[in-house]
C-alpha cells in the first residue's frame, strides 16, 4: 500500500550538485529513467510536524561528506548511487529534524531502474568523480510517495519547502 509522506532531503551545493544533475539527466536519458534533483535523504518527518516550522529552527553551517565509493543494488531507489562516510554533523542534523535514528548508509543516488545487476556494475565501475567531497547546503521538504518503486512514483513528488544552511 502506497502512501503520501514528508521526506528530508539534504541537497548538494555547487560545482557538485551541477555535475550530479548532469549524470542524473545522462543516466535518465541512456536508459528510459526518471529525472530527478540529487539529494541524500535525511529521513521522514514525524507525523503532524510542519516542515516549514521545523526547518525555520535549524542553524546548521554546510555539511561537507566525504565520499567512500560508486556502489550499486537492486533496489530501485539505490540503483547506482555515491556513498558518504557519516559523520556526528549529519547524525545532530538528523535528530534535529526528528528523526530517531541516525543515517548508516548516506548516499546521493544517480539514477533510479530496474535493471540487470551486470549492467549496474558496469556503471559503478565507469563512473568517477573529479572529487572526494560534497558540501550540502539546503535542507528541503518534499512530499512523497513511498514506498518509491516506479517512475510514476517519482514524477509524484512536491517540493514543500526549502531551508538553507548557512555560516
Known amino acids: 500500500m502506497k502512501k503520501r509522506v514528508t521526506v528530508y532531503w539534504l541537497t548538494p551545493a555547487p560545482p557538485e550538485a551541477e555535475l550530479f544533475r548532469d549524470i542524473i539527466r545522462i543516466l535518465a536519458r541512456q536508459f528510459n529513467a526518471p529525472r530527478f534533483e540529487p539529494h541524500l535523504t535525511l529521513g521522514e ?72 545487476a551486470a549492467t549496474r556494475r558496469d556503471l559503478a565501475h565507469a563512473i568517477q568523480l573529479p572529487f572526494r567531497h560534497v558540501t550540502f547546503d539546503r535542507i528541503k521538504a518534499v512530499s512523497c510517495v513511498v514506498p518509491t518503486k516506479t517512475e510514476r512514483d517519482v514524477r509524484a513528488w512536491r517540493l514543500l519547502t526549502t531551508h538553507r544552511l548557512s555560516y
Do not use: C, W
Open 45 to 116: 518527518a514525524p507525523q503532524g510536524d510542519s516542515p516549514r516550522r521545523t526547518l525555520r529552527d535549524i542553524r546548521f553551517a554546510p555539511i561537507r561528506l566525504t565520499i567512500t565509493g560508486i556502489k550499486q543494488s537492486s533496489k530501485f531507489t539505490q540503483t547506482v548511487v555515491v556513498r558518504f562516510s557519516p559523520n556526528k554533523t549529519l547524525d545532530r542534523l538528523v535528530t534535529a529534524i526528528g528523526e530517531a535514528k541516525s543515517l548508516r548508509n548516506p548516499h546521493v543516488s544517480l539514477i533510479y531502474k530496474t535493471m540487470p
